[in-house]
């Protein structure tokens, strides 16, 4: 009897999940960040080598992730997300740009190309900053790119003002066989570019993840109570380290929940001064009333800023340091707050004002016949070194080496009748 074969069928299949149709990828010696729409057909995974079109040319670039409309597996993310983190990372200064496309992976030739390219860095900046010599132009040759095939050679400098470098742009293009692009960067941009490692141990904070580089103050390290020696809180770029800022708002919130320093707190153990504080720790060093001192966390202080005791007298006690209980200000001494010298009053270190000694001097010459202010026959003294009296003479010579010459009065001291207009006008 022939057997029969029964075939069953087979369980339907998924289909494969599509292409990604865009993908994040980092590019460039800055680690600049893109989402670029993709013309690969097949699935690639995170890390893989790729090369795209830029607005600077045909160049290597990194995959980070992908950016679909769930992000369920673990290797994708949502849009909102990738907004967020862009927002939060910097937000409009944050190195993101859409304005490019993935061509394909890269092959074994495309790497070994970008090899060969990168070994010729030294010679490069050999050859740039020996022509920056020749041609006297104020900057500083720190780094030298290659795009992929080295049709665009980019060199970054820096320099203290705006140069004009067309002369040397000419020349280097002319010796190198390729289009040269100058960029230039600050100081902290060169860290990013040539720096390694800081004093942490750790790869610099610009160069691995840090993308945003703000101008950060002397108040970080004062809140973070760090050491004011510049080279100590200074970076590879000469500048405050950039840990200081990120690390600025934790610090600014771990302060605000100790008290005050030479402020009043309640402890189980009683009311105490709080002397010190560390912000991190969470620790309190408190002085209480019999002269004791603690380190108190800041979990066992019930409440804090209390009401000061008061003295025997009924004045409120001072802490030496605590700003609240100064004294007022005075006013200031100024002529609206002056007081008249009273009638037999005595300015310290000085006479009576109505001793002889405080009166008027008087010009010995003249002490028996004094003029009058204010009389017309007796004109008032001048008010060089001799203080007496001045003749007539002397003082309408006075006067006419002072005054603008004036014209004669009319001899019957009426005004002068309009002169006729004369026959030619």
């Known amino acids: 009897m022939p057997l029969s074969l029964e075939i069953m069928p087979l369980d339907p299949v998924d289909p494969p999940p599509p292409p990604p149709k865009t993908m994040v990828v980092r590019y460039g010696y800055l680690k600049l960040i893109g989402e670029f729409q993709s013309e690969i057909k097949e699935k690639v995974g995170c890390g893989t080598r790729l090369v795209v079109r830029t607005g600077r040319g045909v160049e290597m670039a990194e ?3 992908t950016v679909c409309g769930n992000g369920g597996c673990n290797k994708s993310i949502t849009r909102d997300k990738l907004l967020d983190y862009i927002d939060q990372s910097g937000g409009r200064d944050f190195p993101f740009s859409d304005s490019g496309r993935v061509l394909r992976v890269a092959t074994a030739q495309d790497l070994a190309e ?4 990168d070994s010729q860095r030294g010679e490069y900046l050999k050859i740039s900053r020996s022509m920056v010599e020749v041609h006297r ?3 500083k040759i ?3 790119e290659f795009l992929l095939g080295g049709e665009k050679v980019i060199f970054y400098f820096i320099s203290e003002h705006r140069v004009d470098f067309r002369s040397l742009v000419r020349d280097m293009a002319h010796q190198l066989h390729a289009r040269i692009d100058l960029r230039q960067v600050g100081a902290r941009d060169e860290a990013r570019l ?3 490692y800081e004093k942490c141990g750790q790869h610099c904070c ?6 945003v580089l703000t101008p950060i103050s002397m108040r970080a390290a004062k809140v973070q109570k760090a050491t004011l020696d510049p080279a100590k809180i200074s970076g590879r770029c000469g500048r405050l380290m950039c840990c200081l800022r990120y690390e600025d708002e934790t610090y600014e919130d771990l302060r605000k929940r100790l008290p005050r320093k030479h402020s009043r707190v309640r402890t189980a153990n009683g009311e105490a001064w709080v002397l010190d504080g560390q912000i991190l720790t969470q620790l309190v060093l408190l002085e209480y009333d019999n002269g004791n001192q603690a380190a108190v966390p800041m979990e066992s202080i019930e409440a804090f800023d209390l009401a000061k005791p008061v003295n025997a ?3 409120t006690m001072q802490f030496p340091g605590d700003g609240q209980d100064a004294a007022p200000e005075l006013p200031r001494r100024g002529p609206e707050n002056r007081k008249p010298p009273e009638q037999g009053s005595v300015r310290p270190g000085g006479p009576a004002a109505n001793t002889p000694q405080n009166q008027p001097r008087r010009n010995p010459r003249n002490a028996g016949n004094q003029p009058q202010r204010g009389n017309s026959n007796n004109p008032a003294p001048g008010k060089g070194r001799n203080r007496g009296n001045r ?3 002397q003082s309408q010579q006075h006067q006419s080496q002072n005054r603008p010459p004036r014209e004669a009065p009319h001899p019957d001291n009426r005004p002068q009748p309009p002169r006729p207009p004369s026959a030619g006008l």
Do not use: I, N
Request: include cysteine.
């Open 206 to 211: 610009c160069k691995q993840f840090l993308k």
């Open 137 to 139: 132009v104020p900057m």
């Open 114 to 117: 970008q090899q060969r390219l």
């Open 63 to 65: 995959m980070l992730t």
């Open 391 to 393: 003749g007539p003479q």
């Open 142 to 144: 720190v780094d030298v």
């Open 313 to 315: 007298s009924g004045r």
């Open 194 to 196: 040539v720096a390694d």
